[in-house]
């Protein structure tokens, strides 16, 4: 009786522990100070973008659902409204989400925007960056940002974001960065 009393209590043990394992959320965000997962993704302009291409530069990487939808449009055109004020800070606008680089080229050139949007068309980087969603039955890229520092350092983390007031809140936040 002891010894499957202690078998049980084994096996109970190592189910807790793959249990606690898998319990782990997969896709979490990477936290401040680590270093950002790199990538390569095909732009709009239909060529591989890598984040390591921009290397010595703040990155404003921000993930949204859907290509010529309401919120989605009018994020972009606010961070495209405020382009010139990123490029003074040194920092480069990179739009993802899981549409493909033709759909996000028939968004750039109908709404003006002239920063990157990168498909993930696999959502693999939505996943790696904790923004990945579930809308019903559909995988879209969670309306998260990213702001990482010249080194390829994760600097600050945005998530569920307000697209409205965004892109002021993160010139704030890159501002009061920059002067850290």
């Known amino acids: 009786m002891r010894i499957v009393s202690s078998f049980v209590l084994a096996t109970l043990l190592v189910f807790s522990a ?34 390591k291409d921009f290397r010595g530069k703040w990155i404003v990487l921000y993930f949204y659902p859907k290509d010529f939808t309401g919120g989605c449009t009018l994020e972009a055109h606010n961070f495209e409204r405020d382009a010139a004020k990123y490029e003074a800070k040194h920092a480069v606008i990179l739009g993802v989400s899981v549409d493909t680089a ?18 993930d068309a696999d959502a693999k980087v939505s996943t790696e960056y904790g923004s990945l969603m579930d809308y019903k039955g559909t995988k ?13 350092k994760i600097a600050k983390v945005f998530t569920s974001v307000n697209p409205s007031s965004h892109s002021e809140e993160v010139l704030s936040t890159l501002e009061a960065l920059q002067k850290g």
């Open 18 to 51: 793959m249990a606690i394992g898998l319990a782990k959320n997969p896709t979490e965000e990477p936290a401040v100070g680590t270093a950002a997962p790199d990538f390569s993704l095909t732009s709009n302009e239909g060529h591989p973008t890598s984040l």
């Open 102 to 119: 033709e759909s996000h080229k028939s968004f750039c050139a109908k709404e003006g925007l002239s920063f990157k949007l990168l498909s």
């Open 140 to 152: 879209l890229s969670a309306r998260n940002t990213f702001i990482i520092d010249p080194k390829g």
